[in-house]
């Protein structure tokens, strides 16, 4: 097997607060190889974008890395309050936000942010890269490229704010991009829009891809490998096609009903009961295992490790959904 | 047939905007909602989409009279409300109630919920003092699911589908006959929009409420709605019975929203092959003549930039407004 690119190993992510440590991310590990899409599912609170955040780099004061390490091409990489800057975030490794207008600085036209990277990162002149802005603004489906690098951020509607936020990041040209629920705040059509941006963009440029969300549709059309998040957890990781057409881990499962279309369209919906624990008082064994039906006082007895349930697909249950449970 | 508890009828609400009037410019509106009829029967739902600025939310606020009516009429039960004013529409309120997205901007931090559900008793009178509102508070969390000792507790207390509860539950107080609910699972976690989405359809068959379930979401939507209504630019583009809708989409952007869906379905989203609609919704602000999809329709002919297409019955019960289907 190949290196892969960016690997996580076992990384443990907590928050200090006046309530006490918040474990946020509980010895997550995972890898992603060249060209290779994984999606990162979750809901609020799983850890999912203190993840990404750590990976760029990002995570802010009172989050902290307990332990574990990010590695990029096998060289780990920094983090804490005043890590070495490194030459592999904003260059290698580039990120989208889920708010581009919180993301994008009003103050200056669009053009201006992406010919910044550009001069900063291969010491372009101005002029060439501002021929170079108004290439990505074209790659990325904006209409009248040339015109619109002048424009500011909120002369740009939501999905092509989103688009140019997309720009910026590819102005690096990374090797993988992470997007945070990039598409979260859109209407449907205009998620579908970029969607169909990022798979094309993928293709052409074989960019790696770290997808966060805690839509599962948006996954299947966009990932080759799934990770799935609980409460600061993976759960259960595989190829795309194992974990929708069968899901081992109940929660997997759970999610994938509360978010199938109903033919039948009177019967009740199938959602989880229950609520994410408090990080603060997560339960002795597996985290999900007050809302699980299948629970039994094994489940309390520790917390489950990624074990092999079929090839290349791994969860976190003792007692995983085999056959008839697991299809949908 | 019964007759509907809430019948609009070519309903317009123009917001006339600040303009460069002073400079003697033209004077600009944005029609929010532009000429839109449409009622709902007893115990019926029926679901609203539309994408951001189609004048969704707008339309709902306009039936609880929450916004000028520009033109047209709002019926409630058989009284004419367009125009009810004063003590009148404060008496009105108590038959129409709004469910908010947001359960976490909805809910005043500093109140209990026992006083946040027990405000629009005392509002209306119908309780003179929070203890004598207790009972029916106390009625009224059991019947949204919550703990009893809930009432204690502050807002900050609960999750996000427990929020969305205590919001129902205010709305619940005064025993309204008519729900409008705007999203009111879209700020929730995917897991927990089941518990809500199944309390109001419980609500609905316990006290044969009618809603107006206004979201983006069509899954949730088909699910929850006897009838569908589609909004585009302010205009009712498609209303039929929701599966109808949902098999046989007649208007081209209705085909397109529902194609726009993603599934959880990893073969069918790698097979589809098909560009996503392009463009972006119009500005509701000084349209173009004709009709307001002709800018994004991939069937678009010159007769569509000219006239408006009438909403008209093309299957039973299922209407829609387009030249070509």
Redesign the interface.
Known sequence: MTTPWLEVDDLWIEFVTRRGIVPAVRGVSFAIGPGESLGLVGESGSGKTVIAQTIMGLLQSPGRVKRGAVRWQGKPLGFGQRFPRDDVRGHDISIVFQDALAALNPLLPVGTQITEVLVRRFNLSLKAAKERAVELLALVGIPEPRERVRNYPHEFSGGMRQRAMIAIALACEPKLLIADEPTTALDVTIQAQIIYLLRDLQQRLGLSLLFITHDLGVIAALCDRVAVCYSGKIVETGSAEQIFARPAHPYTAGLLQSSAAREDQRARLVGIDGAPPDLLALPPGCAFAPRCSYADAACNAGVPPLVGVGPDHNAACIRPLVGAEAVR | MTPPIVAIDRLKVHFPLRSLALFGGKKRVARAVDDVTLSIAPGETVGLVG??GSGKTTLGRAILRRVPITEGTIRFRDADITRTDGEELRLLRRHMQLVFQDPYGSLNPRMRVADIVAEPLLVHGVARNAAEAAPRVRKLLDLVGLPKDAAERLPHAF????RQRIGIARALALEPEFLVADEPVSAL???????V??LL?DLQAQLGLSYLFIS?D???V??ISHRIAIMYGGKLVEIGP??DVHAHPIHPYAE??L????????????A?AR????G??PSPIDPPPGCRFASRCPLVIDRCRTHEPPLEEKKPNHFAACWLR
């Open positions: 994408e951001s999750s996000g589908g427990q976690d995917v897991s927990i929009r089941a518990q989405v199944n359809q983006h069509l899954s949730v088909r699910h929701s599966k397109s929203l194609d726009a869906v993603v599934t959880p379905d990893p073969v069918r989203e790698r589809r560009a996503p609609l392009a972006e919704t």
